[in-house]
C-alpha cells in the first residue's frame, strides 16, 4: 500500500513506514547502495535549487554557502558510505568464533534544525536507509515547504529503482507535540537541535540520538601564521552567516601578540568593538531578553547585525569581534551566537587560554567542538586533554571541519554528538552504524579461555 498524496500525520506516516520497511528490510547490499547513492546524487544535482528555497524560506544563511555544503557534503557522506557492508554477514573474528550479522532498526524519526534543514535531512536519510530502515521526517517550522520538495525529489528516485517512497517520509504540520508523537511511535529517534528539543528525544521513551548546542572555542598559539589563521577562523564565523552549530564563537589570543593579530583579523574583514557602549548596544540586540538569542539576527549577515544594534560597521564587515573579560555565565556574549559575532579573549599564558575556553563552554556547547592552532605537540596534548569536547579541530576551519571534510578524518555528517557533558548518549560524530542491530553468533572455541589466577591477583 502506497499513500497517493504526502502530508500525513505523525500516526499515519508511521504505519506506512513500518510497511515500506518490512519491503525493504529483505533488500540486498545493491539494491540499499543504489539508494543512499540516489538521496546523494539527488541533493548534489539540485544544490542551487535547494538552497535557495532554503534561504527563501527559512531567511537565513546565504546560497552560495549552502550550495557549497550541499555539493561537498553529499559527496563526502556518499564517499564514506560506498564500500560499507551493512547487510548480512558484517564481521567475522575467527579467533573468537563471533560473527556479526546486520539487521535493521526499523522506523527512525528525524528531528531537524532551522539552520541546517537541507545536507541533515540528507545524511540522516544516507545513514537510515544504507541500514535497510524507514525514516520520518519531523521538518522545522520553519522549513517545511522545502522539506517537502526534498520527499519529492527523494520519491522520484524512489520510484525510479522500484522501492517504495514512504522509506522517507516527512509529518505534515509538526508542532511540538506532533513531534513528540512521533518520536514515541518510531523504533529510535535522530534529533538534531537546541537543548529542548534533544530533553524531549530523550524523554520519548524510545532509543533516541539526540545532539545539541555548539559554542566552539577556538585558540590561537603564539608562533602560528596569524593572517592565515585569522582569514581561516573568520571565513569559518561568517559561512552560511554563522549558523552551523560548529562554526567558531570565540577566539583566545596571546596577549603578546594582540596588536599583530588585531591587525590580522581586520586585514580579514572583521569590525572590532572595543568601546563599552558598542558591546551592550550588541548584548541588548543579540540577547534582548538577557538569555535567549535574538531569533531576527540568526544566520544574518555582519552589517544587517550591527544595524540592528545600531553600530556602524564598514562595508563589506564579514564579522563583528568583541572583545570580552568575563566569561562563561557573567557574560552573554560568550554563548553560542548564531551569526557572524565572535567574542575575543587575551590570554597571558596558554594555559589561562584554555581555562577560558573550558569556563565559556561549561556554560553552552560542552561537549560539542573546539579548535587549536599551535605548533606545539605538547599544547595539543594539554589542549585535547583538559577541554571536554567530543572533537578538536587542528590547525584547520571548525567550521567545515568538525563534521568531516576532504582534509581530515573525522567521519562525515551534519549530526554532531556532544557526550554526557552535552547530555548526549554519543561523543562521536553520527552516522549508519548508530542505526543498525548486530546479532552476534558465538561458537563453541576448540578450546577454552586460559584463565591465570595470578593475572588478578599477582604474583606473592
Ligand atoms: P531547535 O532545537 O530550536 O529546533 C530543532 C527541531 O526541534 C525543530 O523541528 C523544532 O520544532 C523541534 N523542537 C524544538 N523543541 C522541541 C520539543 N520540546 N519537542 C519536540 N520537538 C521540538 O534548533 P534550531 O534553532 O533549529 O537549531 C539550532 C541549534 O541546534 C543550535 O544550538 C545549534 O548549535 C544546534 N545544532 C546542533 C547540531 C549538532 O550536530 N550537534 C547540528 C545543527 C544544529
Not at 572533537?391 to 567550521?399: E, F, K, Q, T
Request: net charge negative; aromatic share 6%; charged share 25%.
Amino acid at each position: 500500500m502506497e499513500k497517493e498524496t504526502r502530508s500525513y500525520d505523525a500516526d499515519t506516516c508511521i504505519e506506512y513506514a513500518k510497511i515500506a520497511q518490512r519491503f525493504f528490510a529483505d533488500a540486498s547490499q545493491e539494491r540499499v547502495d543504489a539508494v543512499v547513492q540516489a538521496i546523494c546524487r539527488v541533493v548534489y544535482e539540485n544544490a542551487e535549487e535547494l538552497s535557495r528555497r532554503a534561504v527563501e524560506e527559512t531567511m537565513m544563511g546565504n546560497c552560495a554557502d549552502k550550495i557549497a555544503k550541499c555539493t561537498g557534503k553529499s559527496q563526502l557522506i556518499w564517499h564514506d558510505l560506498k564500500d560499507r557492508k551493512t547487510v548480512g554477514v558484517i564481521n567475522e573474528i575467527k579467533e573468537r568464533g563471533i560473527v556479526e550479522i546486520a539487521k535493521p532498526v526499523g522506523v527512525v524519526a528525524g528531528i531537524t534544525p532551522c539552520t541546517n534543514p537541507v545536507v541533515t535531512v540528507m545524511s540522516n536519510a544516507a545513514f537510515a536507509l544504507k541500514c535497510r530502515n524507514a525514516i520520518i521526517f519531523a521538518p522545522h517550522p520553519r522549513a517545511v515547504k522545502l522539506t517537502d520538495y526534498m520527499m519529492n525529489l527523494f520519491h522520484a528516485e524512489l520510484e525510479k529503482l522500484g522501492e517504495p517512497v514512504n522509506l522517507i517520509q516527512a509529518c505534515e504540520i509538526c508542532s511540538v507535540e506532533d513531534t513528540q508523537r512521533l518520536m514515541r511511535g518510531v523504533d529510535v529517534v535522530v534529533a538534531t537541535g537546541g537543548y529542548g528539543m534533544v530533553h524531549a528525544a530523550y524523554s520519548s521513551g524510545k532509543p533516541a540520538y539526540g545532539v545539541g548546542a555548539g559554542n566552539v572555542q577556538c585558540l590561537i598559539d603564539t608562533g602560528v601564521d596569524y593572517e592565515k589563521v585569522t582569514e581561516l577562523i573568520t571565513g569559518g564565523r561568517c559561512f552560511d552567516y554563522g549558523i552551523l552549530c560548529t562554526c567558531e564563537q570565540a577566539v583566545m589570543i596571546p596577549e603578546s601578540e594582540d596588536k599583530t593579530i588585531l591587525k590580522a583579523f581586520v586585514k580579514a574583514g572583521a569590525y572590532i568593538i572595543d568601546s563599552e557602549d558598542e558591546k551592550e548596544a550588541l548584548r541588548r540586540a543579540m540577547f534582548p531578553d538577557g538569555k535567549t538569542i535574538n531569533r531576527d539576527i540568526v544566520g544574518k549577515p555582519a552589517e544587517f547585525v550591527a544595524q540592528i544594534a545600531g553600530i556602524k560597521v564598514p562595508e563589506g564587515t564579514r564579522v563583528i569581534v568583541v572583545e570580552l573579560q568575563e566569561t562563561g555565565a557573567k557574560e552573554l556574549l560568550s554563548k553560542e551566537k548564531m551569526c557572524p559575532v565572535l567574542a575575543l579573549y587575551k590570554y597571558q599564558s596558554f594555559e589561562e587560554g584554555v581555562e577560558i575556553a573550558c569556563q565559556n563552554l561549561a556554560n553552552e556547547g560542552m561537549g560539542h567542538s573546539a579548535c587549536l592552532y599551535t605548533n606545539d605537540e605538547d599544547h595539543v596534548s594539554y589542549f585535547g586533554e583538559r577541554v571536554n569536547v567530543s572533537r578538536i579541530v587542528l590547525n584547520h576551519s571548525s567550521a567545515n571541519g568538525a563534521g568531516g571534510n576532504v582534509w581530515n578524518g573525522f567521519t562525515p555528517t551534519n549530526t554532531l554528538g556532544c557526550g554526557s557533558w552535552g547530555n548526549n548518549s554519543i561523543s562521536d560524530n553520527f552516522t549508519y552504524k548508530y542505526l543498525m542491530n548486530t546479532t552476534r553468533i558465538g561458537r563453541c572455541l576448540d578450546k577454552p579461555l586460559e584463565l591465570r589466577s595470578e593475572d588478578l591477583i599477582g604474583t606473592k
